[in-house]
């Protein structure tokens, strides 16, 4: 029988909600720990373990030929990939924010400001349509610190429980997009393959109905 591989995230804010859906979906796996790579032993499928931000990437070129990924890294990454199911975890919302002390009346407001982003092209687009120009500084992690060191004047970040922005005092001013973790196939996958997913999805699909 044709085996499936899916790219997951080795380690991180998906790996647990990930792991635990195989689980749930009878799938029995043997992760060691370090290992890159692993197989079920009761369903044809293989598992890879990358950084999130490689999955996209990684799917579209049919290395893997599903992963499981955040939709905000997804869609930042512009990859070709088709959504085929939502799967409910790992829920946040990608938001800007502001020092807490700073008036704002709206998102004219930025114009002209510096926003300090490791997500520049999701701000780009939401800026564009609200008709805002402003100096995107891209930077790969701790963006909260940037206002208070004098980085930027504002922060797009994620944002789940909105603890980070408050500790680093900052508020919260526009939820540009809303996320979640998504199953994502590689385009035009072959009939055999699809089969598999089709199971797969099948059994995601009734353990959703059953917790609904
Ligand atoms: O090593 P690798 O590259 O694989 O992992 P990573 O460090 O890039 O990603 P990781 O594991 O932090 O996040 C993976 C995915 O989880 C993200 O792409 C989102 O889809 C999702 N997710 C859900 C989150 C959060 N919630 C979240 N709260 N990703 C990050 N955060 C961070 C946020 O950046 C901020 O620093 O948590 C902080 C805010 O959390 P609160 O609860 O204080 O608001
Ligand atoms: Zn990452």
């Known amino acids: 029988m044709t085996t499936i591989k899916l790219a997951l995230q080795k380690k991180g804010r998906l790996s647990e909600g990930s792991m635990d859906l195989i689980r749930r979906c009878g799938i029995k796996v ?30 579209q070129d049919g290395i893997a030929d599903i992963g499981i990924v955040g ?13 085929v199911h939502h ?35 999701l701000l780009k687009k939401y800026l ?14 701790s963006v909260e610190i940037a206002p208070s060191i004098g980085l930027a004047d504002a922060v797009c970040d ?3 429980t909105g603890s980070t922005l ?28 699809q089969a598999v997913l089709n199971q797969l999805l099948f059994r995601i699909k009734a353990l959703q109905e059953a917790e609904s």
Not at 71 to 83: F, I, Q
Not at 128 to 141: K, L, M, N, P, R
């Open 166 to 193: 408050f500790q680093n005092g900052l508020k919260e001013v526009e939820q540009i997009y809303k996320s979640e973790a998504v199953m994502v196939a590689t385009p035009d996958l072959a009939e055999d393959k």
């Open 30 to 59: 043997q992760n060691g720990i370090g290992k890159l790579k692993a197989e079920a032993s009761n369903f044809p499928i293989e598992f890879l373990f990358l950084r999130d931000d490689d999955i996209p990437g990684y799917v």
């Open 158 to 160: 994620l944002v789940s």
């Open 128 to 141: 564009d349509e609200q008709g805002v120009t402003a100096d995107i500084h891209e930077i790969s992690g």
């Open 87 to 121: 799967l409910g975890f790992s829920k946040c919302r990608l938001s800007i924010a502001v020092p807490k002390d700073q008036e704002y009346n709206g998102i004219q407001d930025l114009d002209g400001k510096s926003i300090a982003t490791s997500y520049p092209v």
């Open 71 to 83: 939709a905000n890294v997804m869609v930042e990454k512009d990859s070709h990939v088709e959504v």
